[in-house]
């Protein structure tokens, strides 16, 4: 193209005049830029939920959409101890005070703290590990050994397809036991691996053993614990979470499974009052 042509075509394109016309512009070019930045982002945010699997939620377009705009600002933090300092000094509960059920030394509770916590997903729910996820052959192991665990303890609890991830079994209360007002609240949910992703697992343990837990890097709450988040978004068919209730990171190895096991068994113990855990 020529440097005359070029000129003419310059002098034929229609500037805008009016200031109607200038904000038109600006709010059209604002669109474009804002849409080259934010729709990548948007589809790497969708990529990771995806990434999850089977969950609380829809694992589809509309999950995401329905997490990010009406989920997500419901979401709080996940590491402080002080409500369960509070649970412990106010003595509410069957918590065992300040020692709770889990009898782990403090060298073995705290063997993958120097390591760091594994980052999880970005969406309050599902609540996923994002790395440190086991082999397979981990997996299995672990599959296994809650298995047994869960039949072994028949006397305790049961399996039953969680109430809060229906796609994962999950540990319940024994129909004969007594029902407390946690186990209540949890209906009879105490634990339950997310078995189609990571194989991290949600479980509800005493105040003591929360804060063991959490301050030794093996877990954190749900964003959703001790929150109305849960019986709000579902318009009442979902109880609340309490703040018991926490994520525990995936084990990586037979020692971790070993330690994950006595999480689990010492949160048999609080839900079910019982200290014949087999």
């Known amino acids: 193209m020529s440097l005359e042509t070029l000129t003419n075509a310059l002098r034929h394109i229609r500037l805008p005049h009016s200031q109607q016309e200038r904000l038109n512009l600006a709010l059209g070019t604002a669109a474009v830029i804002g849409s080259a930045i934010l729709l990548p982002a948007a589809y790497r945010d969708y990529r ?8 609380g939620v ?16 419901f979401g709080s933090e996940m590491f402080s101890t002080e409500i369960y300092l509070r649970r412990i000094d106010a003595a509410e509960g069957h918590g065992r005070g300040d020692e709770g059920y889990l009898t782990l030394s403090s060298e073995r509770l ?10 999880i997903g970005p969406h309050v729910v599902p609540q996923r590990q994002l ?32 109430n809060l991830e229906g796609h994962a079994d999950a540990l319940f209360l024994a129909d004969h036991l007594p029902i407390t007002d946690l ?8 634990t339950h691996i997310h078995s189609g ?7 509800v343990l005493a105040p ?16 959703f614990s ?10 009442g068919t979902i109880p609340d979470i309490p703040s018991e209730y926490l994520l525990i990171y995936a084990p990586r190895n037979d020692a971790e499974i070993e330690i994950v096991m006595e999480i689990i068994s010492a949160a048999v113990k609080f839900m079910t009052g019982r200290e014949d855990v087999r």
Not at 48 to 55: A, C, N, Q, T
Not at 183 to 190: L, V
Not at 226 to 235: C, E, K, P
Request: glycine share 8%; charged share 25%.
């Open 48 to 55: 990771i939920f995806k990434s999850y699997g089977p969950g």
């Open 208 to 223: 003591a053993d929360c804060k063991k837990v959490i301050d030794a890097g093996w877990g954190q709450r749900h964003a």
């Open 131 to 162: 790395t440190q996820i086991p082999d397979e052959d981990v997996m299995e192991k672990f599959d296994s050994k809650f298995t047994s665990f869960g039949l072994r303890n028949h006397h305790l609890v049961k399996f039953q397809q969680s």
């Open 58 to 73: 829809p694992n589809n377009l509309l999950g995401w959409m329905t997490v990010r705009a009406l989920f997500q600002p």
């Open 110 to 119: 705290e063997s993958r703290k120097e390591e760091g916590r594994p980052e």
């Open 183 to 190: 186990a209540t609240t949890m209906q009879g949910e105490i």
């Open 197 to 203: 992703s990571d194989y991290s697992l949600h479980v």
């Open 226 to 235: 001790g929150t109305s988040a849960m019986t709000f978004l579902s318009l």
